[in-house]
């Protein structure tokens, strides 16, 4: 019912800045709670940021906060992630996501289990 397509990836040099986006389909996206994930190779899939319906609440793990930000504009149907200062441990598919039934936000948002819908992943690679 939802598609999620990502694009903005690619190669860029250590320190340098990226802005991931996410266009979805879905009808009532509004009402989402969105998410980022990566997967880096041979590691399990971590959660990134994650952003609520009305964008009042956003959650994000030590390893990204003050790098990252997750916002989203509702009546273009979008979700970003600014990522700044990136590192090469932040090489990795990233990944959007939807929760078309968000129960409480920081309870729930950082999981992966949570979401309903997911995208097909767009490359981030830093180089040292």
């Known amino acids: 019912q939802v598609q999620l397509v990502e694009s903005g990836g690619g190669l860029v040099q250590a320190g340098g800045s990226l802005r991931l986006s996410c266009a979805a389909s879905?009808?009532?996206?509004?009402?989402?709670?969105m998410g980022w994930f990566r997967q880096a190779p041979g590691k399990e899939r971590e959660f990134v940021a994650a952003i609520s319906s009305s964008a009042a609440n956003t959650r994000y793990p030590d390893s990204v906060k003050g790098r990252f930000t997750i916002s989203r504009d509702n009546a273009k149907n979008t979700v970003y992630l600014q990522m700044n200062s990136l590192r090469p441990e932040d090489t990795a598919v990233y990944y959007c996501a939807a929760d078309v039934n968000p129960g409480l936000f920081y309870t729930t948002s950082y999981s992966q289990y949570e979401y309903d819908y997911w995208g097909q992943g767009t490359q981030v690679t830093v180089s040292s």
């Open positions: 879905g009808r009532t996206f509004s009402r989402y709670t």
